[in-house]
């Protein structure tokens, strides 16, 4: 006869407070179950601390759930392996096939990156070692699991999960877990990262019934997001700025996603007649190969109805004649000494590391030159620093003037705004016990949980660092 069941238990590892490094750890049904392993991206100190320091034993976590691979939400995952966690790594089939590609680019990117941080500072002694190489990452992709939508996952007897329709990026999920709690079976919804109900390409999430306990995102919790319909019109306008002024339009562009709809935006202009022609550059072995997984997963769960029946049309919906792919370390190089104007698409997204940092060292002084920031910048990374307005910012740890005109374009963005997340918690058929905001700088989670308290859902937890919950 079994026992009683043991209380359940989430602690909030990552993602608290902050907008990067999610890794939650829920005690239930006898397992413990890591909810996302992201690498923590900011300041090079405050993230080797975090990224460097497990608070649990790698070796203890029965299993992880992955909800979708950006590196924020998996990135950490060759470090937990190589520390010891040899369980299986749950996720969709379109994000296990991403995940290969991004921890093999993330070892790699870390190995370049310190040796030339090394090689510059050769002469005053400065030293950064990887956080890890590519044979961790070939370990930890070595233990993904890759599940179908309606697959329920069972790390133990007392919990079930299941991968539902996230509308962040390709792939991406919200992991439902039911569980036995001593006070009765209960069910935890974490978002991820939240999709918005109007993005281009991506199936909008729809709320699952019955949640006890929700984990929320709330990147932009206290702001709304520009319509994407002006997407186009603003884009417009810096290409024939760059066009009168032979400036480059240098965009820090996460691989995943952002990329393929800057893309799809830019072939768009194509057909207007009044655009200049500008060369596009994606600088991304990356993005090249991430872009390949997308037109594999075409008939996927993440597309919506229109960009399907765009891409049985098409065939190939990505494949622009226009685009010139720089590939080679030789052809990046190229791009630093070839005359504008030109737009290069580049990673990484938060210009923490990747052939983005070079483009910046090259073109970051020169007043012609547009840095175009289409994502989310995390508090303490280059990219928010330049989204800031800061006039000197350290590049491999040598400092440089900005000159370049900044601009932040936040119609790309794939993450839920204010409104999108108030109507996702209105979406379900009753009120969870129990809200809890991560994925968020706390300005953006208080006026997220005051909007939540307003609509009576209670106070929402802004759990801390390190914080832990009891889910009775």
Not at 14 to 40: I, K, M, Q
Not at 168 to 190: F, K, W
Not at 231 to 243: C, F, H, S, T, V
């Amino acid at each position: 006869m079994a026992g009683p069941a043991l209380p359940a238990r989430i602690t909030f590892h990552g993602a608290a407070g902050e907008v990067t490094g999610s890794r939650h750890l829920l005690e239930a049904g006898g397992a413990r179950v890591l909810l996302d392993c992201g690498l923590f991206q900011g300041r090079r100190a405050e993230a080797a601390a975090k990224n460097r320091n497990s608070p649990f034993d790698p070796a203890s976590l029965s299993a992880v759930l992955l909800s979708h691979a950006h590196i924020d939400h998996c990135g950490l995952l060759p470090r937990l392996a190589g520390d010891g966690f040899k369980g299986p790594v749950y996720a969709t089939r379109e994000t296990a096939d991403l995940v290969a590609i991004m921890l093999a680019d993330s070892a790699r990117l870390q190995e370049l990156d310190a040796k030339f941080f090394n090689k510059i500072h050769a002469d005053d002694g400065e030293r950064i070692e990887p956080l890890y190489g590519e044979k961790e990452a070939d370990l930890a992709v070595s233990l993904l699991r890759p599940c179908a939508p309606g697959d329920v996952i069972s790390p133990s007897p007392g919990l079930r999960a299941r991968f539902l329709n996230a509308g962040h990026v390709l792939g991406s999920a919200m992991i439902q877990i039911d569980m036995e709690t001593p006070a009765g079976p209960r069910r935890l919804l974490y978002t991820g990262d939240l999709g918005r109900r109007e993005v281009p390409l991506m199936k909008a999430p729809e709320p699952p019934p019955d949640v006890d306990y929700l984990v929320l995102e709330s990147t932009y919790g206290g702001r709304t997001h520009a319509p994407s319909s002006e997407i186009d019109a603003e884009l417009g306008r810096l290409l024939r700025k760059a066009a009168a002024e032979k400036g480059k339009i240098i965009i820090p562009a996460f691989a995943l996603e952002r990329s393929q709809e800057i893309i799809v935006a830019l072939d768009r202009l194509r057909n207007d007649p009044s655009m200049p022609e500008i060369p596009v550059y994606v600088d991304s072995p990356m993005a090249i190969n991430i872009t390949e997984i997308f037109n594999k997963h075409l008939g996927g769960f993440s597309f919506d109805r229109e960009f399907k029946a765009y891409a049985r049309k098409d065939g190939d919906p990505f494949g622009f004649d226009f685009i010139k792919y720089a590939r080679s370390k030789e052809e990046s190089q190229a791009l630093n000494t070839r005359p504008g104007p030109m737009i290069i698409i580049s990673a990484s997204g938060m210009c923490e590391g990747g052939r983005i940092l070079h483009h910046l060292r090259n073109n970051i002084a020169d007043p012609s030159a547009t840095v175009l920031i289409v994502g989310y910048q995390a508090a303490g990374t280059l990219g928010r620093r330049l989204q800031d307005g800061q006039k000197k910012v350290r590049i491999f740890g040598l400092q440089h003037e900005v000159a370049a005109e900044i601009r932040t374009m936040p119609h790309f963005s794939s993450h839920a705004d204010r409104d999108d997340a108030l109507a996702f918690v209105k979406g379900l058929d009753r009120k969870p016990g129990k809200i809890f905001l991560v994925h968020g700088e706390d300005s953006q989670r208080d006026a997220l949980a005051e909007a939540l308290k307003a609509e009576g859902c209670g106070a929402p937890e802004k759990p801390g660092h390190g914080e832990s919950f009891v889910l009775d």
